[in-house]
Nanobody, 126 residues
Framework: QVQLVESGGGLVQAGGSLRLSCAASGRTSNNYAMGWFRQAPGKEREFVST????????YFADSVKGRFTISRDNAKNTVYLQMNSLKPEDTAVYYC???????????????????WGQGTQVTVSS
């Protein structure tokens, strides 16, 4: 089992920045890709970004492309989501997710993730 804990959420004004972190614990010795998803009030959860095990492949939703970056530090079992130029429509609960051990490829498909964090709230005021 892998446990994921997100941090770094909060309230920020439009145009501001936040950096989310997701720390993995448990059976973290195997390689796996990770991703970020979000769920706004009244909406379904949606893909935000994903990163492969090596960090060599990253993908972003069109809505965040050019504003968000994703990175990981495998020595610390942590993945980061740097969010710049935030907009009110970025307001959501952000979830970190990890694929199963050995699944090293980045994926935007929610169903390919086996482990999920509890989420961290991001609120962007106008």
């Amino acid at each position: 089992q892998v446990q994921l804990v997100e941090s770094g959420g909060g309230l920020v004004q439009a145009g501001g920045s936040l950096r989310l972190s997701c720390a993995a614990s448990g059976r973290t010795s195997n390689n796996y890709a990770m991703g970020w998803f979000r769920q706004a009030p009244g909406k379904e959860r949606e893909f935000v970004s994903t990163i492969s095990w090596t960090g060599g492949s990253t993908y972003f939703a069109d809505s965040v492309k050019g504003r968000f970056t994703i990175s990981r530090d495998n020595a610390k079992n942590t993945v980061y989501l740097q969010m710049n130029s935030l907009k009110p429509e970025d307001t959501a609960v952000y979830y970190c997710a990890a694929r199963r051990s050995g699944a090293v490829s980045a994926s935007y498909e929610e169903g390919k993730y086996d482990y999920w964090g509890q989420g961290t709230q991001v609120t962007v005021s106008s």
